[in-house]
């Protein structure tokens, strides 16, 4: 018996902590990156920007809330909100609770495709089918059947009556301490929904700092933000691969973005110009797959410092 049972049983019984792991432990640990990028012009004193991105938030997610709410104490310059902050048609009110004391920050913000629509069950396996495909999203795939309709509508005056800049195809500014920091952010595009020649054009004039802003790092999306010269891109959705390989990494991006540069900070070169990219590996899951390997939830503190 132990010759016939022992290897598949010894297997099953990995894969069986692996699931418990990933399921009841890293999907609630918490974590906050800190990264330092140099791409202010000289002179400019350092920038302090609170990345959040892909909260995911479903009721009764007490130790997702109270991490949030958390964060207020780092005490931000602004914040960018990167969407999809829903995976529960009635998680409004608790995601613009536990992002309150954030919204007493300047900031702005995204939507993803999560805040329009409601989660539905689907097969990890076909992450890896539309990879190799290179399908993604309405990317390629025909539109959804029966989706269910979120009440973004609630989450969007929600952030506008906080003072929150919408970026929806849209070109926005914050002032901080006498400095203007020009926003410019596009629709999802994992969806088709961004209309980037709505925003096209570059920095904002006379800004003293300008980047882009979007949910999924698609590569036109990319591209366009850097041939116009943005010198810092954010961005969320891939939730760093969400099941990754220790010591390899992450299998999908769930865009055409590479593997590589599934999360963290990165560059990206288009037309002779080069910008800096950070995408959020994001703090939750979808409802239907509430499970993290080797890529534990994460908002990340980004320390902005003048050009070496």
Not at 131 to 146: E, I, M, W, Y
Not at 295 to 302: F, G, N, R, V, Y
């Amino acid at each position: 018996m132990r010759a016939r049972y022992g290897v598949p049983l010894g297997i099953t019984a990995v894969g069986a902590a692996g699931l418990l792991y990933s399921a009841g432990i890293e999907v609630r640990s918490f974590r906050l990156r800190r990264i330092t990028v140099p791409v202010l012009p000289t002179g400019m004193r350092p920038l302090r920007v609170l990345h959040v991105s892909d909260v995911h938030m479903v009721c009764g997610q007490r130790k997702k809330q109270r991490w949030l709410r958390s964060l207020a104490g780092l005490r931000p310059d602004f914040v960018i909100n990167t969407g999809d902050n829903l995976s529960d048609p009635e998680g409004v009110p608790e995601a613009l609770d536990a992002l309150g004391p954030l919204m007493e920050f300047p900031g702005a913000y995204v939507f993803g495709s999560n805040d329009y629509y409601g989660p539905k069950r689907r097969n990890p396996a076909k992450y890896l089918i539309e990879k190799a495909q290179k399908k993604h999203g309405l990317n390629g795939n025909p539109p959804a059947v029966g989706a269910i309709h979120n009440p973004w509508t609630e989450l969007r005056d929600g952030f506008d009556e906080a003072g929150w800049v919408n970026l929806t195809n849209a070109r926005g500014a914050l002032k901080i301490d006498g400095m203007e920091i020009g926003l410019t952010g596009v629709d999802d595009p994992h969806i088709r929904r961004d209309r980037y020649h709505q925003v096209e054009g570059g920095p904002l004039p006379g800004a003293d700092f300008s980047m882009g802003i979007a949910h999924a790092p698609y590569l036109r999306v990319l591209d366009a933000f850097t041939a116009d010269g943005y010198p810092l891109i954010l961005a969320g959705h891939t939730h760093g691969g969400q099941l990754c390989i220790p010591f390899y990494g992450a299998l999908v991006t769930n865009c055409d973005i590479d593997t590589d540069r599934v999360k963290g900070l990165s560059t990206h070169e288009a037309d002779d110009h080069t910008s800096y990219l950070h995408v959020s590996a994001g703090c939750g899951t979808n409802r239907y797959t509430p499970v993290r390997f080797a890529c534990p939830p994460e908002a990340t503190l980004l320390t902005l410092t003048p050009r070496i």
